[in-house]
């Protein structure tokens, strides 16, 4: 017969603990969908492209450099193809920027969507030449608009109260095409090629059908209601007088993202690469594990907010980049699969838990007549440091392994947490103020 006696003090301890973090869980999910409900029209159709055309991003990142290799690119060669593409972000980025202000968003996506499809769909049928350097650097103009249009777009069509879950939100969008977009083309890859007997052909079919997934996109961008420019627009002040002015602040925030930028050049686009030759993986193998870091990408993304909001964003970007160092470190020298693994996906989750709160601190930084500009040279920073180290990544890895530019990458990350800390230690702007605030 059950006891009727009441529960100890003790017991009841026991379970107060595990009472409080189920209601933190359900309080943090109901904060979401509320965030997720205020979410303009405008806003969830970005979202839909955006997915649908994150499906062919993650497939050619998964792809591209293992299809190149499969063709006989050195990696040397793949590190210029990387490059070039970083060349072409960077060069655009600025007159995208000042292009923005004059034209609807809805034809700029549609058309770079559609011109983007058309460049991956010819360097998968391309060999091995210096044309796939040209249409890399292409693909990085055309794929720029898109990019730079993104948080001046959200800026406007959101309010400060949802406007960090606007942010990491499109991240995580990315971040969920991209785990459906690397187990399924991972598996198209293994799947065509026992159906083919051609492991060329394999790759080409897979990318024509996340081509298909990526045309898709255009629908959601048609259906987008946007207005023409309006004159505080076209009067954004895009002058010389307003960098020299500015200089400093730009300085600080974009300085430790080209530290960042400059690591991340070194190793990150060759992981797929560093998983086929030290642990001899194949595509769907690899194409699993960009899943699995995928997934911890967005768990850290959608945590990310829930952080800042307790601790402050520039605390919660410090912090993630310092924690990831030692993972860093381990995929250096571990020739331990599972190890590597668990590395992978531990340094995925919080290198990007902070990124899309780096992309609001930085437009809250700002005034609204600038957040075009600063965007613009935010991605300048980001692929101008992609387009210099990719090169040195890819001979580095070719002459020395990947142990070399995973060790120089920990200390450029760990410098740049350093100088975003001692750059705004303290100092906060609130969503839709005037004035900084001390974060305690």
Same mark, same amino acid.
């Not at 809805?106 to 030449?129: D, E």
């Not at 198209?188 to 897979?206: E, H, N, P, S």
């Not at 595509?283 to 959608?302: E, R, S």
């Given at each position: 017969?059950?006891?009727?006696?009441?529960?100890? %003090?003790?017991?009841?301890?026991?379970? *107060?603990?595990?009472?409080?973090?189920?209601?933190?869980?359900?309080? *943090?999910?109901?904060?979401?969908?509320?965030?997720?409900?205020?979410?303009?029209?405008?806003?969830?159709?970005?979202?839909?492209?955006?997915?649908?055309?994150?499906? /062919?991003?993650?497939?050619?990142?998964?792809?591209?450099?293992?299809?190149?290799?499969?063709?006989?690119? #050195?990696?040397?060669?793949?590190? !210029?193809?990387?490059?070039?593409?970083?060349?072409?972000?960077?060069?655009?980025?600025?007159?995208?920027?000042?292009?923005?202000?004059?034209?609807?968003?809805?034809?700029?996506?549609?058309?770079?969507?559609?011109?983007?499809?058309?460049?991956?769909?010819?360097?998968?049928?391309?060999?091995?030449?210096?044309?796939?350097?040209?249409?890399?650097?292409?693909?990085?103009?055309?794929? /720029? +608009?898109?990019?730079?249009?993104?948080?001046?777009?959200?800026?406007?069509?959101?309010?400060?109260?949802?406007?960090?879950?606007?942010?990491?939100? %499109? +991240?995580?969008?990315?971040?969920?095409?991209?785990?459906?977009?690397?187990?399924?083309?991972?598996?198209?890859?293994?799947?065509?090629?026992?159906?083919?007997?051609?492991?060329?052909?394999?790759?080409?079919? !897979?990318?024509?059908?996340?081509?298909?997934?990526?045309? #898709?996109?255009?629908?959601? +961008?048609?259906?987008?209601?946007?207005?023409?420019? !309006?004159?505080?627009?076209?009067?954004?002040?895009?002058?010389?007088?307003?960098?020299?002015?500015?200089?400093?602040?730009y300085l600080k925030l974009l300085l430790p993202q080209f530290l960042v930028g400059i690591g991340a050049g070194l190793i990150i686009p060759f992981l797929n690469l560093y998983f086929r030759d030290r642990f001899r993986q194949s595509p769907d193998q690899i194409g699993l594990l960009f899943f699995a870091v995928n997934t911890a990408m967005l768990l850290g993304i959608l945590a990310g907010p829930v952080l800042a909001k307790k601790i402050g964003m520039v605390k919660t970007i410090v912090a993630t980049e310092l924690l990831s160092i030692p993972f860093m470190i381990i995929l250096a020298f571990s020739y331990s699969l599972p190890l590597a693994v668990v590395a992978f996906?531990?340094?995925?989750?919080?290198?990007?838990?902070?990124?899309?709160?780096?992309? %609001?601190?930085?437009?809250?930084?700002?005034?609204?007549?600038?957040?075009?500009?600063?965007?613009?040279?935010? !991605?300048?920073?980001?692929?101008?440091?992609?387009?210099?180290?990719?090169?040195?990544?890819?001979?580095?890895?070719?002459?020395?392994?990947?142990?070399?530019?995973?060790?120089?990458?920990?200390?450029?990350?760990?410098? *740049?947490?350093?100088?975003?800390?001692?750059?705004?230690?303290?100092?906060?702007?609130?969503?839709?103020?005037?004035?900084?605030?001390?974060?305690?």
């Amino acid at each position: 017969m059950p006891s009727t006696e009441p529960k100890s %003090n003790h017991q009841l301890d026991l379970l *107060s603990p595990l009472k409080s973090l189920n209601g933190h869980i359900a309080g *943090s999910l109901r904060d979401y969908l509320w965030y997720i409900s205020l979410f303009s029209r405008n806003v969830r159709l970005f979202l839909i492209g955006s997915f649908l055309i994150g499906l /062919t991003f993650a497939t050619a990142q998964l792809l591209m450099n293992l299809y190149l290799k499969e063709r006989g690119g #050195a990696e040397s060669f793949i590190g !210029t193809f990387l490059s070039a593409g970083a060349f072409g972000t960077a060069i655009i980025a600025i007159p995208a920027a000042i292009a923005l202000r004059k034209i609807r968003l809805k034809f700029v996506l549609i058309g770079s969507t559609i011109i983007y499809m058309a460049i991956i769909t010819a360097i998968s049928r391309l060999g091995i030449s210096n044309w796939l350097i040209f249409l890399s650097f292409l693909l990085g103009v055309t794929a /720029t +608009f898109n990019r730079i249009a993104a948080a001046p777009f959200f800026m406007r069509n959101s309010t400060p109260e949802e406007r960090t879950y606007v942010f990491s939100f %499109n +991240f995580g969008v990315l971040l969920l095409a991209g785990m459906v977009g690397s187990v399924v083309s991972g598996w198209l890859v293994a799947w065509f090629t026992t159906l083919l007997a051609d492991v060329i052909q394999a790759y080409q079919w !897979t990318f024509v059908i996340s081509i298909i997934c990526g045309i #898709a996109a255009v629908i959601p +961008f048609a259906l987008i209601k946007a207005a023409a420019p !309006t004159e505080e627009d076209r009067q954004s002040d895009f002058s010389w007088s307003l960098l020299r002015r500015q200089s400093r602040l730009y300085l600080k925030l974009l300085l430790p993202q080209f530290l960042v930028g400059i690591g991340a050049g070194l190793i990150i686009p060759f992981l797929n690469l560093y998983f086929r030759d030290r642990f001899r993986q194949s595509p769907d193998q690899i194409g699993l594990l960009f899943f699995a870091v995928n997934t911890a990408m967005l768990l850290g993304i959608l945590a990310g907010p829930v952080l800042a909001k307790k601790i402050g964003m520039v605390k919660t970007i410090v912090a993630t980049e310092l924690l990831s160092i030692p993972f860093m470190i381990i995929l250096a020298f571990s020739y331990s699969l599972p190890l590597a693994v668990v590395a992978f996906l531990v340094r995925g989750a919080l290198m990007n838990m902070a990124q899309p709160i780096g992309t %609001n601190f930085s437009m809250e930084m700002v005034g609204r007549m600038e957040h075009a500009l600063v965007n613009a040279l935010l !991605t300048l920073s980001w692929t101008g440091s992609l387009m210099i180290s990719t090169v040195i990544g890819g001979e580095l890895i070719e002459k020395h392994g990947y142990t070399l530019p995973l060790m120089i990458a920990v200390a450029l990350y760990i410098a *740049s947490a350093i100088l975003y800390y001692l750059f705004f230690r303290g100092s906060e702007r609130k969503a839709g103020k005037d004035y900084l605030v001390e974060v305690t």
